[in-house]
């Protein structure tokens, strides 16, 4: 494929994803975020804290891995190139992610529980790896906001996507508006949103004899639908900058 008809490309895949992540809520989506919501309120404030701050000292060691970020692409690549580039590490974490929700899932509650600080590792290296192959600096602390709310948007209802999806296309706007500090960032929003979206796909993954297959496949696709939602975020930031040709 030459440059113009990838960049022909690009437009209608971003297009037809920018469809996806603005439609309206569907009536099925509607009411599992009230039962979901529903559930939450029955579970204590404290409780709620005690989560979003085991995931925050989480995320933020993650964050604060300086082995994390990779040297930055030479300067000369093309989009395509670097595209290409970012596929081939989506493909690998996704095998990644599959082999260890595999183990995890075979070794029963115990290893089953392991599994969450492992795969939130697995998938956060990943978007450290996207954003440095675009030619951004992971190490700056905007960049690694901007990964929390790629991440976010990626793990979360579809009425929290119409709000979040704003503020990724545009970025360079709202900047200033964000946390100025990672203490600062709704936490618990973000821990809300991620457990909502992934509760019942890795439930099934605590389960004996089920639980391998099960964490293998549900490890493979949501790593995939991680990088093809950074991948979409990261050409919007691009969009204006980069010639996509």
Excluded at 87 to 109: D, H, P, V
Excluded at 193 to 219: C, E, S, T
Aim: with cysteine; net charge positive; glycine share 6%.
């Amino acid at each position: 494929m030459n440059r113009e008809n990838y960049h022909h490309y690009v437009e209608a895949e971003l297009s037809l994803w920018l469809m996806e992540v603005k439609k309206p809520p569907s009536f099925f989506g509607k009411i599992s975020s009230g039962i979901q919501g529903k559930v939450n309120s029955w579970i204590p404030e404290k409780v709620h804290k005690a989560i979003s701050v085991a995931i925050e000292n989480m995320v933020k060691t993650v964050l604060a891995g300086s082995d994390l970020v990779k040297p930055t692409p030479k300067a000369s690549l093309t989009f395509m190139e670097r595209e290409l580039l970012v596929r081939k590490r989506i493909k690998w974490f996704r095998n990644t992610a599959s082999a260890e929700g595999a183990i995890t899932g075979a070794g029963g509650i115990l290893l089953g529980l392991a599994d969450f600080p492992a795969f939130l590792t697995i998938k956060m290296k990943l978007l450290f790896d996207i954003a440095s192959i675009y030619g951004l600096d992971a190490k700056s602390y905007q960049e690694r906001l901007f990964l929390l709310y790629v991440f976010q948007l990626s793990f979360s209802s579809q009425s929290r996507r119409n709000d979040l999806i704003g503020l990724i296309e545009n970025w360079d706007m709202h900047v200033s508006d964000l946390p100025k500090e990672l203490t600062d960032f709704d936490w618990k929003t973000f821990q809300l949103d991620y457990r909502d979206y992934i509760d019942l796909a890795k439930l099934f993954q605590l389960v004996p004899l089920i639980g391998a297959p099960v964490g293998a496949i549900a490890n493979y696709k949501l790593t995939d639908h991680l990088g093809r939602y950074a991948m979409n975020c990261y050409r919007l930031r691009m969009k204006a900058k980069v010639d996509v040709g």
